[in-house]
């Protein structure tokens, strides 16, 4: 039977190696999967990535690769050298998606090691249908969001990042074996922030979310194992 656990990603957003440290262990018996983002990538240098390694955790490189497709694919290169898990790059050109799945899948077979999976940001969950007038686009979060889903799969990257408020509908377009990993969940008690197409963990499970990205309310919790804890039996309560 698969278990919540297996289906949370916690992200360790902090400026401070100690405080992800601190978290990490913390959270160890209660978490298995750990997202690096920009905060914590670019004032660790990558630090956290190795701690970890060491901890035998699965690791989700957040960096949001978004660039010409040359760039783009070099970077993608250097984050399966780092052997991890699950990567992020934003939903662009069709050519510049199928040369990061091309290279992704080349320098894991070089390496002999497994090939991570690569997922594409199709509509950020900070984002609104106004922000989405304001900066130009007439479509609403959701055609967007399903749009750019669709130009992912024909890419043949791994999967998509996206609100779970629209998750069904992109597994309805893309299939159940499209990985489908949903930041922007808030359970009941907390805090939305600056996310606006928020869900929670239960109602994202089930949606069809297959991995739910879970940061403030569990790192900023007073106690942040507890708050795992309950998000993992909320999960396991769908299942
Ligand atoms: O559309 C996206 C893509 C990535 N994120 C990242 O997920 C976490 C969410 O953290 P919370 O504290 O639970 O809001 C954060 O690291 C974002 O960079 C996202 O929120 N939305």
């Known amino acids: ?12 957003d902090t400026n401070e190696f100690d405080k992800a440290k601190e978290l990490i262990d913390e959270l160890d018996d209660s978490v298995d999967i750990f997202k690096v983002g920009l905060e914590q990538y670019v004032s660790t240098r990558g630090k956290t990535i190795d701690y970890l390694k060491e901890k035998g955790k699965k690791i989700f490189l957040d960096l949001k690769f978004h ?10 290169r250097s984050a399966v050298r780092d052997n991890v898990w699950l990567m992020t790059i ?16 080349e320098e894991a077979e070089k390496l002999n ?5 690569i997922v594409g940001v199709t509509v950020l969950t900070s984002l609104s249908n106004q ?42 377009v893309c299939g159940d074996d499209f990985v489908t990993v949903c930041p922007g969940i808030r359970p009941t ?13 239960s109602e994202a499970i089930n949606k069809g979310a297959q991995y739910l990205v879970i940061g ?3 790192t900023q919790a007073i106690n942040p194992k ?10 396991e309560s769908v299942l």
């Open 1 to 12: 039977m698969v278990k919540g656990k297996e289906r949370l990603i916690v992200a360790i």
């Open 67 to 76: 660039d010409i497709p040359n760039t783009m694919k070099s970077a993608v």
């Open 90 to 105: 934003h939903v662009s050109d069709l050519e510049g998606m199928r040369q990061c799945a091309l290279v992704a899948k």
């Open 113 to 117: 090691i497994e090939k991570p999976l």
């Open 131 to 172: 922000d989405l007038k304001d900066i130009g686009c007439d479509m609403t979060t959701e055609e967007l969001a399903i749009k750019r889903a669709k130009l992912a799969k024909e890419s043949g990257i791994d999967g998509i990042v996206c609100s779970a408020q629209e998750v069904d509908k992109i597994i309805q």
């Open 189 to 201: 008690t907390s805090e939305v922030g600056d996310q606006k197409r928020v869900v929670t963990p």
């Open 216 to 218: 403030r309310p569990i």
């Open 226 to 235: 507890q708050s795992a804890i309950n998000i993992v039996k909320e999960i």
